[in-house]
């Protein structure tokens, strides 16, 4: 049986440090994914938890608009659509 062709040692390694490198970014990657996938889902809990927030005042004080810092409200006044004729 003839002996087998090989690389050099050196390319080898440098090989294999390439092949390594490129796996953990792509497992780097996944996690990121997964973790903006969290982010995501979480968020979209958030908008709802907030939502609910903004529905219990105007249930109490109609459509308003809140200073987050002081807690002063003024009403808001929708300004109706013209129709053109």
Not at 7 to 27: C, D, G, T, W
Not at 37 to 43: C, H, K, V
Not at 55 to 78: A, C, F, P, R
């Amino acid at each position: 049986m003839a002996d087998a062709k090989k690389i050099k040692e050196e390319e080898l390694e440098a090989v294999r440090i390439a092949v390594s490198s490129f796996n953990r970014a792509k497992a780097t990657l996944g996690d990121l994914e997964y973790q903006k996938a969290q982010i995501l889902s979480q968020t979209v809990e958030l908008e709802e938890a907030l939502k609910a927030e903004q529905k219990k005042l105007e249930d109490i004080y109609g459509s308003i608009t809140v200073n987050l810092d002081t807690g002063e409200y003024e009403e808001t006044v929708e300004e109706a659509e013209e129709v053109a004729e």
